[in-house]
């Protein structure tokens, strides 16, 4: 009798076998449900252009974050950190208290005031790579650290990019062009925290 529950258990197997369900790690990218009207997000949710702004799809939590952004083609545009009030349908930012933003002739507003100045104006096809910390927001050009730093960012904040005038701009939240300054490290999802 024995050996024929045996053979039953064979026919027929008491667990079933469990399909594998891969999960796909979340990616930071532009959010497309928060960008401005006139905005165009291309490339897997890496480059922006058309007419107003959009913020990454997830806040920077850690304590210290790095990002890039290529200049594809001049014309009006700005990269920098916002509040989740910021309107992404004036541009330029940083005429208010809710980002503090890069502008295309080099200056970092905020409050609709150049907060600081980086050496020279960003060019088309340089890449500005943006280091936050939560006390310092740095900025270095094709690699080359700047001594420009924004300080007195409050909040929780998110990257955010605009363009205007046929501007251009390519992102980078990982596989960046430079390496990021020695303890930064890719924008991390919450749980990408744990």
Known sequence: MASYLCCFRWCFPTEFVRPHVIKQIPEVILDTSKS???????KSGRRICGSGAAP??????QSKAYFEVKVQSSGCWG???CTELADMNKVPLGNDEKAWVLRENGGIYHKSECIAQLPE????????GLAY?????????????T?????????CVFPVFYV?????????????YHPPPPGFDKVMIEQTLL
């Open 121 to 128: 104006s960003p060019q088309e096809g340089d890449v500005i």
């Open 79 to 81: 990269a920098g950190l």
């Open 36 to 42: 401005g009207q006139g905005v165009v997000i291309v």
């Open 147 to 155: 001594e420009t730093n924004v300080t007195g960012i409050k909040g």
């Open 133 to 145: 910390d939560h006390v310092y927001l740095r900025f270095s050009v094709n690699g080359k650290p």
């Open 56 to 61: 990454a799809s997830h806040p920077i939590v």
């Open 164 to 176: 205007e005038d046929n501007a251009i701009l390519d992102v980078q939240f990982q596989s960046f």
